[in-house]
């Protein structure tokens, strides 16, 4: 590998974002999972919700929510129901197994070498990138 050390900050982001990323989507695979999924869970952990109410949350179409709800339901992580309020929506439900699963991903995330453990100070670096991304 060449010497990273005289890499410019922004390059040396770049690169450990694409080979972390690239390490927990192989993860997440493992769990048959997607980022998108996760994300999912994420924000079904909070309590149900409707599939627009978590499309809008996971910044992305009804159509692309109901695929992964789909996905998510045939790997027994989310279940689906007639909305109490109105019958004629459907409510989207994190399942025993889809918290166990959550829960497994994000203590990965903190203490695996290859993944983000190998950070010295993890809860300083994600407020740091936090801070990146709330400049925009």
Request: glycine share 0%.
């Given at each position: 590998m060449p010497d990273i050390d005289?890499?410019?900050t922004g390059r040396l982001l770049s690169v450990a974002a694409r080979l972390v990323e690239g390490r927990f989507h192989e993860f997440l695979a493992t769990h048959g999972l997607t980022h998108a999924g996760l994300i999912a869970l994420h924000h079904l952990a909070e309590g149900p919700l409707t599939q627009?109410?978590?499309a809008g949350l996971c910044r992305v179409t009804d159509q692309t929510m109901s695929r992964t709800?789909?996905?998510l339901?045939?790997?027994g992580y989310v279940s689906k129901r007639a909305d109490e309020r109105d019958r004629r929506r459907v409510s989207v439900n994190i399942t025993e197994t889809g918290t166990a699963t959550l829960a497994l991903a994000?203590?990965?995330e903190r203490t695996s070498e290859q993944l983000l453990g190998a950070?010295?100070?993890y809860e300083q670096f994600r407020q740091q990138l936090i801070k990146l991304i709330s400049i925009a």
């Open positions: 005289s890499w410019p627009r109410e978590l709800i789909e996905h339901r045939h790997a994000h203590e990965a950070v010295d100070d």
